[in-house]
């Protein structure tokens, strides 16, 4: 058995649901949820005080949109991964995103190995002897 770390994922969609099923989705990576936003604010707040290794970011949120989010996370950390989550693959939306620092995008209704594998794309690499882990 080997000892490896979680990958620690921070969710942000107003839509329970949403969560609730990318949830699902990201079980089979063995992911730890450490966050879930319902708005942008919270998505930015949660970053701060988790650091998550991934965040999944929907761009139309309440409070503060998933783009003004994405902004404030990346000035915060330019080494952030963020994948934002989209009702519609508007080309717009998608290149302002990549050109504010986000690392991909999933169209909502993307089949879910599809997703994993984005996801999975992006998951930080393992680190071979700094991990002694502390409790």
Same mark, same amino acid.
């Given at each position: 058995?080997?000892?490896?770390?979680?990958?620690?994922? &921070?969710?942000?969609?107003?839509?329970? &649901?949403?969560?609730?099923?990318?949830?699902?989705?990201?079980?089979?990576?063995?992911?730890?949820?450490?966050?879930?936003?319902?708005? /942008?604010s919270?998505?930015?707040?949660?970053?701060? /005080?988790?650091?998550?290794?991934?965040?999944?970011?929907?761009?139309?949120?309440?409070?503060?949109?998933?783009?003004?989010?994405? /902004?404030?996370?990346?000035?915060?950390?330019?080494?952030?991964?963020?994948i934002?989550?989209?009702?519609?693959?508007?080309?717009?939306?998608?290149?302002?995103?990549?050109?504010?620092?986000?690392?991909?995008?999933?169209?909502? /209704?993307?089949?879910?190995q599809?997703?994993?594998?984005?996801?999975?794309?992006?998951?930080?690499?393992?680190?071979?002897?700094?991990?002694?882990?502390?409790?």
């Open positions: 058995m080997t000892e490896s770390k979680k990958v620690r994922v &921070l969710i942000a969609d107003n839509d329970k &649901l949403v969560r609730n099923l990318i949830k699902a989705v990201l079980m089979p990576l063995d992911c730890e949820i450490v966050g879930e936003a319902e708005n /942008g919270e998505a930015v707040a949660l970053y701060k /005080g988790k650091r998550p290794d991934i965040v999944l970011l929907d761009v139309n949120m309440p409070v503060m949109d998933g783009m003004e989010a994405l /902004g404030e996370i990346i000035a915060f950390d330019k080494d952030a991964v963020v934002m989550l989209t009702a519609i693959s508007d080309l717009d939306t998608v290149q302002t995103a990549i050109k504010r620092g986000a690392a991909h995008y999933i169209v909502k /209704g993307t089949p879910p599809e997703m994993r594998d984005i996801v999975k794309e992006h998951l930080p690499k393992p680190k071979s002897t700094e991990e002694h882990g502390a409790g």
